[in-house]
């Protein structure tokens, strides 16, 4: 009978010493292999960004300067003893994608399974662990995000009348709401309540972050910290470590005008 266990894999980052960690599992099980006379192959795979594939059957594809001058994409480790039908296979995905990310182990004799599936799983425990508090919060990302676009956007839009109004004469463009209307009723409720017209004025900024693109902006936060990060290769090619670094300005950009309004209207509440 033959026993399989899988192992799915996400929010780490990979760097060369774990992935040569795993590999001496694979090449552990190849040697006792050879020394005992049986059927075996072994196989490493790495993908690059401009679609160059390299493969070998030695341990010592980790070392190759082609790994120190590509941006990986992908690995793929694979061993399977023909003699004793065992498996062991590996498969990274730079990225957020749920295809492979995968351990997996199978073969007949369940103690053996077992004892390499434990390994394996033992040595990634010791990865790097994919964590920001943008990952764990993604709701409340979201909102501030939409709060700040909104807030900055409405911002820009009062900039715009306020020139206008001080240089074009559009008073007797505008027609104030008649008297008796609901819009005329809304109008002296708002102007009469300052915490009702204040929380609206946020509301509003909420509601037009979601109009103008939270969701977009939210989903480019995430993607710098993907489910699996190959931290491998020169360090110009790492797009989601750099662009972290750049990350300190766009969040300036997004809490700068929430404080503003924030101050703003604390200051015209009680002033």
């Known amino acids: 009978m033959k026993e399989t266990r899988k192992l799915h894999i996400k929010d780490k980052v990979f760097n060369i010493d774990d992935l040569k960690k795993i590999a001496l599992i694979f090449e552990e099980q190849a040697s006792l292999a050879r020394q005992n006379g049986e059927r075996s192959s072994i196989e490493y795979e790495l993908h690059f960004s401009d679609d160059t594939t390299v493969e070998s059957e030695a341990l010592d594809i980790l070392e190759d300067d082609i790994l120190f001058s590509k941006r990986p994409i992908s690995v793929q480790f694979s061993y399977h003893n023909y003699s004793l039908n065992r498996r062991i296979s590996l498969s990274l995905?730079?990225?957020?994608?749920?295809?492979?990310?995968?351990?997996?182990?199978?073969?007949?004799?369940?103690?053996?399974?077992?004892?390499?599936?434990?390994?394996?799983?033992?040595?990634?425990?010791?990865?790097?662990?994919?964590?920001?508090?943008?990952?764990?919060?993604?709701?409340?990302?979201?909102?501030?995000?939409?709060?700040?676009?909104?807030?900055?956007?409405?911002f820009l839009i009062d900039t715009i009348f306020k020139f206008t109004f001080a240089n074009v004469d559009l008073g007797r463009h505008i027609t104030p709401p008649k008297e008796g209307t609901f819009l005329h009723f809304l109008t002296i409720v708002i102007k009469s309540n300052t915490l009702i017209s204040y929380i609206l004025g946020w509301i509003w900024r909420w509601c037009l972050g979601f109009c103008w693109g939270a969701y977009e902006v939210r989903r480019w936060f995430l993607n710098l910290w993907p489910s699996i990060e190959l931290d491998i290769g020169p360090e110009h090619f790492k797009i989601e470590k750099q662009k972290r670094k750049k990350l300190y300005a766009v969040a300036v950009l997004v809490i700068f005008p929430i404080v503003t309004a924030l101050l703003y209207d604390i200051i015209k509440i009680f002033i």
């Open 93 to 154: 995905n730079h990225g957020d994608s749920s295809y492979g990310n995968t351990i997996i182990v199978s073969g007949q004799e369940r103690e053996w399974v077992n004892a390499i599936f434990a390994r394996l799983t033992e040595i990634l425990k010791g990865v790097t662990p994919q964590e920001s508090w943008i990952k764990r919060h993604p709701t409340l990302l979201l909102n501030v995000i939409a709060l700040g676009i909104g807030t900055f956007g409405c």
